[in-house]
T-cell receptor, first 116, second 115 residues
């Protein structure tokens, strides 16, 4: 079975540019999560969706960050405009319905984002 | 605020020995815990989980122990192999919390298996 698929794997761009990260969750999973990982702050939950609806976006750092889930098989995380402090690895995770608290979450291999 | 933290940032063990990775948590309302393994360049991979109504759970070569009295969690890996080298995270879900599905991750322990 295909796991969570993220693209691109690496992104290098200049500050001020728009960045779009993409995620395809595991088929049949109804929860989708976006995380950011840095050395200083570890893994932080940014936002999560249930059945394509955003449930909690309290972890989104600023209005520059936005996330959408137009359908059950695709989600995007957008940063506009990007800043050097946004440099991190961004992970997408999904989990299946009917499990204990929607766990465990299955993670993609992340997008390593560098903002110059 | 509530947090999950690890006692040791790094751990080195000889191949074939057993490994023990520890985790302390501060939210006494936490009722579900997960251990994840993260290899370089990859996302966290689920290893094993445990609910607060249990104190021990075993998987293949791994055992998780939960001591609610002292709010301590440990992951034991038997016969550690080179492929076990990775960063290990504990994570918890507090209940009640803003969302029952939000995982709070610890800072991680780097396990290095020596030949």
């Amino acid at each position: 079975d295909a796991g969570v698929i993220q693209s691109p794997r690496h992104e290098v761009t200049e500050m001020g540019q728009e960045v779009t990260l993409r995620c395809k969750p595991i088929s049949g999973h109804d929860y989708l999560f976006w995380y950011r990982q840095t050395m200083m702050r570890g893994l932080e939950l940014l936002i999560y969706f249930n059945n394509n609806v955003p449930i909690d976006d309290s972890g989104m750092p600023e209005d520059r960050f936005s996330a959408k889930m137009p359908n059950a098989s695709f989600s995007t995380l957008k940063i506009q405009p990007s800043e050097p402090r946004d440099s991190a690895v961004y992970f997408c995770a999904s989990s299946s319905p009917g499990t204990l608290m929607g766990q465990p979450q299955h993670f993609g291999d992340g997008t390593r984002l560098s903002i110059l | 605020g509530e947090s999950v933290g690890l006692h040791l940032p790094t751990l080195s063990v000889q191949e074939g020995d057993n490994s023990i990775i520890n985790c302390a948590y501060s939210n006494s309302a936490s009722d579900y815990f997960i251990w994840y393994k993260q290899e370089s360049g990859k996302g966290p991979q689920f290893i094993i989980d445990i609910r607060s109504n249990m104190d021990k759970r075993q998987g293949q070569r791994v055992t998780v122990l939960l001591n609610k009295t002292v709010k301590h969690l440990s992951l034991q890996i038997a016969a550690t192999q080179p492929g076990d080298s990775a960063v290990y995270f504990c994570a918890e879900i507090g209940s009640p919390s803003g969302s029952a599905r939000q995982l709070t991750f610890g800072s991680g322990t780097q396990l290095t298996v020596l030949p």
